[in-house]
């Protein structure tokens, strides 16, 4: 079988080897490919690999020797899958890779934007500290989260370990998703509506797909709801929300601050509003690459290939 990787850089710059999967068949791996080269590359493949580089019908028709593509991710949304289907060509992702590593993250955005401890670290290097007259000082005010809400947008396998590590913080859970699947185990939650959720919480952390019906679903009228000392994080989608709302509302102070890992066009564009926006933490998608979470995509991702080769694929999309 032959492999081709259209875009490894970021699964793999340097700490996280292919041996896995090279044990499955002839591999090239590409750091990235540009649109216009991706059916050159990938003609020569049986199996394809991809992370954000679009796999559509169009490219997908122009493959004739392709039979099978993995996603180096969880959502697929790069790939056209029903163009895949019809083409017999199955598609798989890596459902559960990092969950522990994205919830984790949640909370290293919530807890600096309660005690911005990077700006208070920088002022003290800068001599602010050791010319101040009292034992401490602080620039922002400083929040504590017990006895607070969390709200959940989607409740699946990530909101359901950001709800636990919240349970863990003393904060109580509210929880919406369309799906109320599962037992959620032991963590104290109730259900609410989107509605509830944006109006009670003082902290609404996003964990939902994005699909065509919830593009931009964070809008203002959303976001009108919320309290003014209440923070928006999004781990999830950047389509998820509609970023000049999102800005305006930080700027009128509608509410207290946000911190996104991602944005509707990645990597972010010069001009979008939130990096002018007021206290909005902007980090550039990497809730999701710890290493130990980038070695379960790897090895997830090989076991699908054997899984393919042995003819019962797994993780299959389509």
Known sequence: MKIVVLDGHTLDPGDNPWTSIEAQGELIVFDRTSPDRIVERAAPADIILTNKTPLTADALDRLPGLKFISVLATGFNVVDVQAARRRGVPVS????????SVAQFVFTLLLELCHHAGLHDASVHQGEWSGCPDFCYWKTPLIELSGRTM??????????RVGALAHAFGMDVIAQDPVRGGDPG????????????FARADVVSLHCPQTADNQGFV????LERMRPHAFLINTARGGLVNE?????ALN????????VDVVSSEPIRPGNPLLKAKNCIITPHQAWATIAARQRLMQTTAGNIAAFIQGKPIHVVN
């Open 151 to 160: 709200g959940l947008v989607g409740f699946g396998r990530i909101g359901r």
């Open 93 to 100: 992702n890596v459902p559960v890779y990092g969950t522990d």
């Open 252 to 259: 009128a102070g509608k509410i207290a601050g946000a911190a």
């Open 186 to 197: 032991p963590t104290p939650f109730r259900w609410a509506s989107m509605e509830e959720v």
């Open 244 to 248: 000049p709302d999102l800005a305006q």
């Open 219 to 222: 809008d203002k009228t959303l």
